[in-house]
T-cell receptor
Framework: GEDVEQSLFLSVREGDSSVINCTYT??????LYWYKQEPGAGLQLLTY?????DMKQDQRLTVLLNKKDKHLSLRIADTQTGDSAIYFC???????????FGSGTKLNVKP | DVKVTQSSRYLVKRTGEKVFLECVQD?????MFWYRQDPGLGLRLIYF???????EKGDIPEGYSVSREKKERFSLILESASTNQTSMYLC?????????????FGPGTRLTVT
């Protein structure tokens, strides 16, 4: 399968910005996604970006895509304790709609 | 709202038992997926199905089988459960067309094999 890599942990203080990074290998991916998983729950789609875009902003969330370096990032402004969760980066392969997920980054927000 | 439900949130089974995990979606999605989630390994695809009675192996199919007799239901079967199959199992569904093709996930089943 494709390789999608993320760091495992990130710790920030409440009110700071969080930046979660992801690298992927499939240059033909059409969509890249960020999912959020709260404790004991399944994954929920947070945001996504189409591969012909460089940036997408949605309220406190900013997604940056560098296709040349195959690097995706998620910036959360004014991070709150409710943002504590595991964040997964994912890319969608062209064939049969298979998705490849990173290992997840556990975000810990300290009050 | 898309809803994906899984038959159990928590399950405890003994080594050697046959285990059935059920998943149902209500959005008429063609594609359905089974993943297992382990700490530090993220989500690994076990099997997926793109139509009734159709199935494809994912990255880690060994020890598992699946059944899709109806479009809304996708079952994961552990033929003879082993302790290394203790994990969180996540079911997902998606539509093959339309933007942005995201996957919708169920709440997960935490399976413990003793």
């Amino acid at each position: 399968g494709e390789d999608v890599e993320q760091s495992l942990f990130l710790s920030v203080r409440e009110g700071d910005s969080s930046v979660i990074n992801c690298t992927y290998t499939d240059s033909s991916s059409t969509y890249l996604y960020w999912y959020k998983q709260e404790p004991g729950a399944g994954l929920q789609l947070l945001t996504y970006i189409f591969s012909n875009m460089d940036m997408k902003q949605d309220q406190r969330l900013t997604v940056l895509l560098n296709k040349k370096d195959k690097h995706l990032s998620l910036r959360i402004a004014d991070t709150q304790t409710g943002d504590s969760a595991i964040y997964f980066c994912a890319e969608r392969a062209d064939n049969f709609n298979k998705f490849y997920f990173g290992s997840g980054t556990k975000l810990n927000v300290k009050p | 709202d898309v809803k994906v439900t899984q038959s159990s949130r928590y399950l405890v089974k003994r080594t050697g038992e046959k285990v059935f995990l059920e998943c149902v979606q209500d959005m008429d999605h063609e594609n359905m997926f089974w993943y297992r989630q382990d700490p530090g390994l993220g989500l690994r695809l076990i099997y997926f199905s793109y139509d009734v009675k159709m199935k494809e192996k994912g990255d880690i199919p060994e020890g598992y089988s699946v059944s899709r007799e109806k479009k809304e239901r996708f079952s994961l079967i552990l033929e003879s459960a082993s302790t290394n199959q203790t994990s969180m199992y996540l079911c997902a569904s998606s539509a093959p067309s339309g933007s942005p093709h995201e996957q919708y996930f169920g709440p997960g089943t935490r399976l413990t094999v003793t």
